[in-house]
C-alpha cells in the first residue's frame, strides 16, 4: 500500500513526517531524503506492531483526501509503499482455486507494478478486509 506522508520542518530542527492514515506513526530526518526513507522504517514497525496485536491495518488513502485539512498546512507530501505481505507474519503457502482469467489479470498487474502474485493478493485482502469492517 502507497500511504501519503507530510514532511514538516519547524525552524532549528530536523524534517518532521507524519502519516495522515497511521495514527501515532511519525519520523524524522536531517534532510528531506532522510525523512522519507526513515518513514518507511517507522511505517513498517508501526504497521508490524499492529499485526502482532492483530489490530486492523488502516487503508491507504490518497493525498487528496488530506490536503486540504489544515493540521498539514505548508507541509511536503509524499508516498511511501509499504509492502504489508512482508511483515511480521510467518507466510503459510496455500492453495486456492480462481478462474484462470482472473489470474493472468493478476499476474500481469503484479508484474508490471513491480510485485508479486502472493503480495498483491496478500495486500488486496488485507485492503478489502480494512475497508469493510
Not at 511511501?80 to 511480521?88: A, E, Y
Not at 493478476?106 to 507494478?113: E, F, L, P
Amino acid at each position: 500500500m502507497k500511504y501519503p506522508i507530510v514532511i514538516h520542518k519547524d525552524e532549528n530542527s530536523d524534517y518532521g513526517v507524519t502519516f495522515p492514515d497511521l495514527p501515532g506513526c511519525f519520523s524524522v530526518g536531517a534532510s528531506i531524503e532522510e525523512a522519507i526513507a526513515m518513514s518507511q522504517e517507522a511505517a513498517e514497525c508501526h504497521i508490524e506492531g499492529m499485526l502482532l496485536d492483530s489490530e486492523p491495518i488502516p487503508v491507504a488513502s490518497s493525498i487528496e483526501n488530506h490536503k486540504d485539512n489544515p493540521d498539514y498546512k505548508d507541509g511536503l507530501w509524499a508516498l511511501v509503499n509499504i509492502d504489508i505481505s512482508k511483515l511480521s507474519l510467518k507466510a503459510k503457502r496455500i492453495n486456492i482455486t480462481m478462474p484462470e482469467r482472473l489470474l493472468n489479470t493478476v499476474d500481469h498487474y503484479a508484474r508490471n507494478h513491480g510485485e508479486t502474485r502472493s503480495g498483491l493478493l496478500a495486500q488486496a485482502v488485507t485492503e478489502y478486509m480494512a475497508a469493510h469492517q
